[in-house]
């Protein structure tokens, strides 16, 4: 098994573009999460979604978008990028509510 | 939404049991405690998690105070690789268990 996986691993964006990141997991879980982590900073989350086509807003929304077609698939979106996105991205699944999330190796993004 | 305070960093010796503390004074009855760890340049990784009683797992052991105002991680005995990040995470921010609001964590360092 994969586990989670993150595409791509770095991007370098201009301020005003826009790029989607994906998250795929192979372990069947039905949650799934988007969390961003700015430098010595914990992480916050973004989006989550407890199943497939559900998604709802998390602690810092704002400036992203999800959707969750396919069960094992979850795809974060920036419309139109900020310099204040630049971050490392983390998405993570997990089974059920409580207990373990596995986190995926992340996304470094650079929005000059 | 209840949060948590632990120290900035601590250190430990190896193949000494390593006490790492998280004050809660805010939690509400239905708020898990979770402990997750982050090595540099990774995504975090489960710890371990608990509601009221106390929790032993083959990485580390959770001890939950009676009031749960505070809970204290305990690491047996610390190896070179338990040098990381800890964080001490209520879950249920916007109504879901899942959803995990980190914040700094304690930085534990390992000296051989």
């Known amino acids: 098994n994969a586990g989670v996986t993150q595409t791509p691993k770095f991007r370098v964006l201009k301020t005003g573009q826009s790029m989607t990141l994906l998250c795929a997991q192979d372990m069947n879980h039905e949650y799934m999460y988007w969390y961003r982590q700015d430098p010595g900073m914990g992480l916050r989350l973004i989006h989550y979604s407890v199943g497939e086509g559900t998604t709802a807003k998390g602690e810092v929304p704002d400036g992203y978008n999800v959707s969750r077609l396919k069960k094992q698939n979850f795809l974060l979106g920036l419309e139109s990028a900020a310099p204040s996105q630049t971050s490392v991205y983390f998405c993570?699944?997990?089974?059920?509510?409580?207990?373990?999330?596995?986190f995926g190796p992340g996304t470094r993004l650079t929005v000059t | 939404d209840a949060k948590t305070t632990q120290p900035n960093s601590m250190e430990s010796n190896e193949e000494e049991p390593v006490h790492l503390p998280c004050n809660h004074s805010t939690i509400s009855g239905t708020d898990y405690i979770h402990w997750y760890r982050q090595l540099p340049s990774q995504g975090p990784e489960y710890v371990i998690h608990g509601l009221t009683s106390n929790v032993n797992n083959r990485m580390a052991s959770l001890a939950i105070a009676e009031d749960r105002k505070s809970s204290t991680l305990i690491l047996h005995r610390a190896t070179l690789r338990d040098a990381a990040v800890y964080y001490c995470?209520?879950?249920?921010?916007?109504?879901?268990?899942?959803?995990?609001?980190f914040g700094k964590g304690t930085k534990l360092s390992v000296k051989p």
């Open positions: 995470i209520l879950s249920g921010y916007g109504g879901s268990q899942g959803n995990l609001i």
């Open positions: 993570a699944s997990s089974y059920r509510d409580i207990g373990e999330q596995y």
